[in-house]
Structure formats: C-alpha cells, structure tokens
T-cell receptor
Framework: GNSVTQMEGPVTLSEEAFLTINCTYT??????LFWYVQYPGEGLQLLLK?????DKGSNKGFEATYRKETTSFHLEKGSVQVSDSAVYFC???????????FGSGTQLTVLP | NAGVTQTPKFRVLKTGQSMTLLCAQD?????MYWYRQDPGMGLRLIHY???????AKGEVPDGYNVSRLKKQNFLLGLESAAPSQTSVYFC???????????FGPGTRLTVT
C-alpha cells in the first residue's frame, strides 16, 4: 500500500544549525509530495510541495527535492531559527481524490 | 476568506454519547476530507468526499459517519462515542486543480 516513513524525533538544534529531516515514500503510482508544518495549537499549513520527479519545492528557506530513484523527499534548511520550532509532516498523495498519507511527524525544537 | 473552519474547537463526551463535528469551507472546493491525529501516528484519513452528495471511506472509517449535503459543509458524526475516538480531528479541502489540501484548525475531542 501507500506509506510514508519519516525520521523520528524529537530533533533539537541550536539556532543557525543545518536541518535535515528524512522522508521516504512507497513508489506506487506517481504521487505528489508535501511537507506540512504544525505550530503548537494550530492546524497544518503547507510548507512546500513537489508534483513530479526532480521537482524542488521551496519556501521560507526550506527545500526538498522529489527523488524518484531513492523514493525520498528530504526536508532541509541551511540555518534554522527559533521560530521554526514545530512539528513537520511529510505526506504523499494517492488515489483519484488525491488523499494524503502522512508520516508520523517530527518534532523540531530550535534553541536560542 | 475564512478558509476552512471547524466547530466546535473542544468537546468532552461520555462513552456512548453522540455528536457531530462541522467543517465549513468558503473556497468553493470540490474535495473535502476528515482526518484524525493521534500521538506518534501522524494523520489518518477517516472519510472523504469528492463532491456534494458523495462520501467515501478512508483508512479508519469504523465508528464514524459523514454527510455532504451542501458543497461547503462536511459533517463528521460519532453515533456512540468510545474512548478510542479521543483524538484531534482535522478537516481539509482541496480544489479540483490543486495538489495541496487546506486544513482547518482542528477539534480536540475527549471521550471519557
């Protein structure tokens, strides 16, 4: 079936450190891939997306590249800020209704 | 635009009670989805709708029913609540041409 495997957390970094959160997906079909972010007490917000192989999604300094050969969509940021502290979810779409399958989420805490 | 709204924000039920969660969107989106979020498990799809008058089962539909009588509203019902349904419930919607889903702020439900 469709699944997404995401790096387990929690992850704690110092401000300005480099961030990588790994995400791999099952290769069924041609999914779109997403990173969503959830700030404390809030719903999910789309951070970035990629809809086909080799696409790079980017937003707010975050980047992820759709790698079909490794079925991966790793999230990176060169210099994290305290305000990036949140839970990050990797997701893939599937089915005619483009339902989302989520990874388990990674809690990121950035310390000043 | 209010986007996606959910009512109520919080609710406590006793086992066996029933309730309905309301999701409303003002973006004229065709697709709507209900997810539940449990610790360490990401979000899982309960039911979804591809248009007014249609509904379909997701990954974890048991114990829930849904209705989409109006395009802008998607109702999630619990006929006889169980402690296993304690969770945070998120509604989302998507336009036909969109890849991403737009999420509401969530409803935190506790069943005692």
């Amino acid at each position: 079936g469709n699944s997404v495997t995401q790096m387990e957390g929690p992850v704690t970094l110092s401000e300005e450190a480099f961030l990588t959160i790994n995400c791999t997906y099952t290769a069924t079909g041609y999914p779109s891939l997403f990173w969503y972010v959830q700030y404390p007490g809030e719903g999910l917000q789309l951070l970035l997306k990629a809809t086909k192989a080799d696409d790079k999604g980017s937003n707010k300094g975050f980047e992820a590249t759709y790698r079909k050969e490794t079925t991966s969509f790793h999230l990176e940021k060169g210099s994290v800020q305290v305000s990036d502290s949140a839970v990050y979810f990797c997701a893939r779409s599937s089915g005619s209704a483009r339902q989302l399958t989520f990874g388990s989420g990674t809690q990121l805490t950035v310390l000043p | 635009n209010a986007g996606v709204t959910q009512t109520p924000k919080f609710r406590v039920l006793k086992t066996g009670q029933s309730m309905t969660l309301l999701c409303a969107q003002d973006m004229n989106h065709e697709y709507m989805y209900w997810y539940r979020q449990d610790p360490g498990m990401g979000l899982r799809l309960i039911h979804y709708s591809v248009g007014e008058g249609t509904t379909a089962k997701g990954e974890v539909p048991d114990g829930y029913n849904v209705s989409r009588l109006k395009k802008q509203n998607f109702l999630l019902g619990l006929e006889s609540a169980a402690p296993s349904q304690t969770s945070v419930y998120f509604c989302a919607s998507r336009g036909t041409a969109d890849h991403e889903q737009y999420f509401g702020p969530g409803t935190r439900l506790t069943v005692t």
